[in-house]
Every structure is written in structure tokens, then in C-alpha cells.
């Protein structure tokens, strides 16, 4: 009998899925040289040279009027000059004080409190302070973020620097809340290490005076106001700026200081655009 014919086999029709070369596959992320902005949400890189980063410190004072420790309306005022300041040029991160609502150095040395627990409630103080302005920046139509050193996630994020230096190139104004995290550190001290890790130009420093005297000018009339001193003038003439380590921290990080007077109108704005208010702190001889 004849072999029976071989039955033939059915090719099934495999597709080839081609994979795309690595050479149009790669997107490669850009230096922070480079000043570009990458795909990536968490990598932050320098922020360009056309845009000036600044850091502002406010005194819990400045949301503060006779009777009332925190009050709405200075608070929303304030928020409009912030405001006012912004441009696609200038990215701005405030640390504000909590001296209006709560001190700790004077409490504990009084002898009524442990100097830790009565700097940690300063602490929360500079919360309180960042959410009021927080809020009053958003009715303003600013978008906002606070950064506390203190977790408290139902309240704010935590500060993470890098997340810091992104909300910042996305246009956002950055508040750091609840001090360093540690007592024994200033709200100035604060601000300087701030303003160091962002890199930024320059710290303002609002106060309720127009600069730096070369002495008090409540108790002398003829007390002479500087428009520019250095770090190793200001300390040879033992000016009180800032405490000794706020000042330390911006003079090896050569960061200028600009002291001027918050409540004065226009001021906030000369500052922000580096024009001459106030007075200058640069580094020099």
C-alpha cells in the first residue's frame, strides 16, 4: 500500500514587533549646567542665569498690628505686595518669624521653661504664620507651598530640597515653616541655611528700619545709614544684623544681605529688582 502523504503543516503568521534603536529611544536628561529643565520631576537642576532666585525673611511682626498678634487684613496686604513682585524671572522662597505670636528664648530665660520645649513651640509659631500667609498668597491668586523642618503631613510636606527647588521652577511660592527642626537656631539662622541650600542670590531681610546704622539712630540723631558695607566692615564695627551664625552662614556662602524697611511703600518691589534700598551686605575686603 502507498505511504500516506505527509499532512502539511500550517505556518502561523508571527509578527515581528520591531524594537526602536537606542539611539532614538534615549532621551537624555540635561546637566543642571545647562539650565534646561528635563523631563523628570524629581531631578532639579541650577536654576538659569536669567532668573534671579531670592529669599525672603519676614519678622512675625510683619503680620501683626496694634491688638491683634496675627491679623487677616495686614496678612492679605502683604500678600498683594508679594504679589506685585512676581515675574517668570524671579523665583522667590520666604521664611517668616513667630515672634508675634511666641518667643522662646525670653521664656526660658525667664526660668519658667525648658529652652527646648519653649524654641519648639516658636517652631510651631512659624507654622502658624506660613499658613495664614500661605492662605492669603492662594486668595491673591499666587499658587503656594509650605515646607515644614517639623513632618506634619496633614498640615504642609516636609522639606526635601530637591522637591523645594522644583516647586520653585514651576513658579510656586516656597514658605519654610517650623524653623531648622532643632532648638537653639534663629528664624534668621533659618533663612541664611535656606537660602544657602537654594542657591540663592540674595537674602532680604524686611525689618521695620530703612538699613544699617553705624549706631542706634533712636538714641542718635545723627546715626549715619549705609547704602553698602562688607561682611568684614560689618563685623569689625560688631553691627548687629543678624545673630552671629545667621551672619556666618551667608558670608562663607557669599550670599548678600539686603535690610530694608518692609512698610515702606515700593520698597519690597526695589529690593526684589536689586535696586538700591536699604542697605547691602557684600562680601568683600
Not at 545667621?246 to 526684589?272: H, Q, W, Y
Amino acid at each position: 500500500m502507498p505511504s500516506p502523504r505527509p499532512s502539511k503543516k500550517t505556518k502561523k503568521n508571527k509578527s515581528k514587533v520591531s524594537l526602536p534603536s537606542s539611539s532614538t529611544s534615549s532621551v537624555p536628561l540635561r546637566s543642571p549646567s545647562d539650565g534646561a529643565r528635563p523631563l523628570d520631576d524629581d531631578y532639579s537642576p541650577a536654576h538659569q542665569h536669567n532668573t534671579r532666585r531670592l529669599l525672603l525673611k519676614l519678622s512675625g511682626e510683619t503680620l501683626a498690628e496694634s491688638g491683634n498678634h496675627l491679623s487677616t487684613v495686614v496678612t492679605r496686604r502683604l500678600a498683594h505686595q508679594i504679589r506685585d513682585i512676581l515675574s517668570p524671572s524671579l523665583q522667590l522662597a520666604i521664611v517668616i518669624g513667630g515672634g508675634n505670636i511666641w518667643r522662646g528664648a525670653p521664656a526660658s530665660g525667664e526660668g519658667r521653661m525648658d529652652r527646648n520645649t519653649a524654641d519648639y513651640m516658636g517652631m510651631l509659631a512659624t507654622v502658624i504664620n506660613s499658613l495664614a500667609l500661605q492662605d492669603a498668597l492662594e486668595h491673591a491668586g499666587v499658587e503656594t507651598r509650605v515646607m515644614t523642618a517639623i513632618e506634619m503631613n496633614n498640615v504642609a510636606e516636609p522639606f526635601i530640597r530637591r522637591r523645594a527647588l522644583r516647586h520653585l521652577e514651576k513658579g510656586r511660592v516656597v514658605i519654610f515653616a517650623a524653623g531648622t527642626g532643632h532648638p537653639f537656631f534663629s528664624t534668621d539662622t533659618t533663612a541664611a541655611l535656606r537660602a544657602s541650600e537654594i542657591g540663592a542670590d540674595a537674602l532680604l531681610k524686611a525689618t521695620k528700619v530703612d538699613g544699617i546704622y553705624d549706631s542706634d539712630p533712636k538714641t542718635n540723631p545723627r546715626a549715619q545709614r549705609f547704602q553698602t558695607i562688607t561682611y568684614g566692615d560689618a563685623l569689625r564695627r560688631r553691627l548687629q544684623i543678624m545673630d552671629s551664625t545667621a551672619f556666618s552662614l551667608c558670608m562663607d556662602n557669599k550670599i548678600p544681605i539686603v535690610v530694608f524697611d518692609v512698610f515702606r511703600e515700593g520698597n519690597l518691589r526695589a529690593a526684589a529688582q536689586g535696586r538700591p534700598v536699604g542697605t547691602r551686605v557684600i562680601v568683600g575686603d
